[in-house]
């Protein structure tokens, strides 16, 4: 069992910067791919950005590769998102997710456990 808490989201201009972390509980956070996703309303949960187990592989939505950052702190049981040059359009509840599997997935429904979100607001 895995227990995820986001949190550092916040209000923030376009063109400025949050990073997000996620905080997970249980032995073996290590041998979990995280994810990051995101949910504006009336929209599909979407991938964001997901990390391997030794954050040796990573993976980014085309809409925020160069400007996100996923990485994980495997002795702090931690996965951040670094965001950077953020847009109106990445307004949105952002979950953390955890997978008990070895290969990074981008489908919502292949996750195991989720956060309760963290929602980040960008002004233009």
């Known amino acids: 069992q895995v227990q995820l808490v986001e949190s550092g989201g916040g209000l923030v201009q376009a063109g400025g910067s949050l990073r997000l972390s996620c905080a997970a509980s249980?032995?073996?956070?290590?041998?979990?791919?995280m994810a990051w996703f995101r949910q504006a309303p009336g929209n599909e949960r979407e991938f964001v950005a997901g990390?391997?187990?030794?954050?040796?592989?990573?993976r980014y939505a085309d809409s925020v590769k160069g400007r996100f950052t996923i990485s994980r702190d495997n002795a702090n049981n931690t996965v951040y998102l670094q965001m950077n040059s953020l847009k109106p359009e990445d307004t949105a509840v952002y979950y953390c997710?955890?997978?008990?599997?070895?290969?990074?997935?981008?489908?919502?429904?292949?996750?195991?456990?989720w956060g309760q979100g963290t929602q980040v607001t960008v002004s233009s």
């Open positions: 990390i391997s187990w030794t954050g040796g592989t990573t």
């Open positions: 249980g032995r073996t956070f290590s041998r979990y791919v």
């Open positions: 997710a955890a997978r008990n599997a070895m290969v990074v997935r981008t489908t919502p429904y292949e996750y195991d456990y």
